[in-house]
């Protein structure tokens, strides 16, 4: 026995408009494909060599050392200020009591 089936005119790839569509995306994607196979070699051509890689990691941890040191500074001199200037006011406060 034979049995009829319809083919699934929801589907647009079974349309003759859908398998134009999908032949125009297919050609489309191919071009897509080789822009971004160009876009992908020449980003690995800018990848670092091992020597580069060391070179930027002494870099770095150089760049975070004196990035501590400046931390370190900022804080010493905050807290010679507020010194300085609870110096200043006890002198003050001694002046007007003598």
Known sequence: ????????????????????RE??????SGLQ????L???LLACLQLPTK????????LEAE???????????RLTVERLRRQVVELQVGLDVYVCVV
Not at 23 to 28: A, G, L, P, V
């Open 1 to 20: 026995m034979l049995v009829k089936t319809r083919v699934p005119c929801h589907i647009p790839l079974f349309t003759k408009r859908g398998r134009e």
């Open 23 to 28: 032949r125009e995306r297919e050609r489309h």
């Open 33 to 36: 494909s080789t822009s971004s």
């Open 38 to 40: 160009a876009f992908y």
């Open 51 to 58: 020597k580069e890689r060391g070179t930027n990691e002494l």
């Open 63 to 73: 760049r975070k050392e004196a990035s501590a040191r400046d931390a370190r500074h």
